[in-house]
């Protein structure tokens, strides 16, 4: 056994063995009128360089948002964000995937603004047919207001998993055999906004939103899409199982990826509803395979 275990950890030292696992292909810039489209409060947004940087702006007035043009059954997204710096308290930044009907699926990223010099939240969130409550919140290992920084999901028929810059910070694989609903039959569409949440965003409330240090800003940049376009209605996607965040090195993490969750779970976590037992008295069923626990 102790000879076996040996040969193995001495294979696997001269020939690497990797476990399934690769970095999603890397994101290709494009302007933003390639892949979305402003949804609300139009004057709000302003449009630098061709496009290939876009700010949004909250005032007392009114936030802004953004949607992608196409509607996508798994793929690869991603955004470069420079969030709303100085003062941000009050103030929410989202980018998120959603489908619009009623039993809906949802994929989110949430950050939530604080005074200046205090951390940033980046709480996420997963919803299937409808139901979320599924938050997980942590801290970043930067200041995500101070440069860009990439935020991206890569989704197929096996897992979600959201990736800063190229680290994922959470994963939530398909437990259909669960009996567990998993995003997969609901085209997606891309969203983006900035927002007044000075109710809840920050210390849960206690911070309000400082006017007197509007507008608040947060930079766009990057604008990737690469999905399968699906109509509204479709119910699958063409070429599924074709594309390359289908194949078998993007239906699992591999090691690294596993051990950098693990890390981003272990040092930057300040909540996780895997966990929260006066919320869940029994752990929900994804926690275990998501081996978030
Ligand atoms: C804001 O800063 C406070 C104090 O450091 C911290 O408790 C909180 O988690 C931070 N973030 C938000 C969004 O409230």
Redesign the pocket.
């Known amino acids: 056994m102790a000879s076996f275990l040996l040969l193995l950890c001495v294979s696997s030292l001269f020939f690497p063995i990797v476990i399934m696992g690769a970095q999603p292909r890397k994101p290709i810039d494009v302007p933003f009128q390639r892949n979305y489209m402003p949804t609300w409060a139009f004057d709000h947004i302003k449009y630098f360089n061709g496009g290939n940087e876009v700010h949004l702006t909250l005032d007392k007035y009114t936030g802004t948002g953004f949607q992608s043009k196409g509607s996508y059954l798994f793929g690869h997204f991603s955004m470069r964000i420079k969030m709303v710096p100085g003062d941000s308290a009050g103030t929410v930044t989202a980018f998120y995937l959603s489908s619009q009907n009623s039993e809906h699926d949802e994929i989110d990223f949430e950050f939530?603004?604080?005074?200046s010099g205090?951390?940033?939240?980046l709480q996420t969130n997963v919803f299937t047919g409808g139901k979320g409550n599924r938050e997980q919140r942590i801290y970043l290992w930067f200041d995500p207001s101070k440069g860009y920084h990439n935020y991206a999901i890569l989704w197929n028929m096996y897992q979600i998993v959201f990736l800063v810059d190229d680290v994922p910070i959470r994963v939530f694989k398909n437990c259909k055999d669960l009996g567990l609903r998993f995003p997969f039959n609901q085209p997606m569409k891309l969203y983006s906004s900035l927002w007044n949440a000075d109710d809840w965003?920050?210390?849960g409330g206690l911070?309000k939103t400082d006017w007197s240090k509007a507008p608040f800003v947060a930079a766009y940049q990057g604008f990737h899409i690469d999905g399968c376009e699906a109509s509204v209605q479709a119910t699958y996607c063409a070429t599924q199982g074709k594309r390359w965040w289908d194949q078998k090195e993007f239906q699992d993490l591999d090691g690294l990826q596993y051990r950098r969750l693990q890390w981003v779970r272990q040092k930057y976590t300040?909540y996780n509803y895997c966990t929260d037992r006066s919320r869940y008295p029994t752990m929900p069923p994804e926690c275990k395979r998501d081996r978030d626990v």
């Open positions: 939530l603004g604080n005074r205090q951390p940033y939240i965003a920050t210390r911070e300040i």
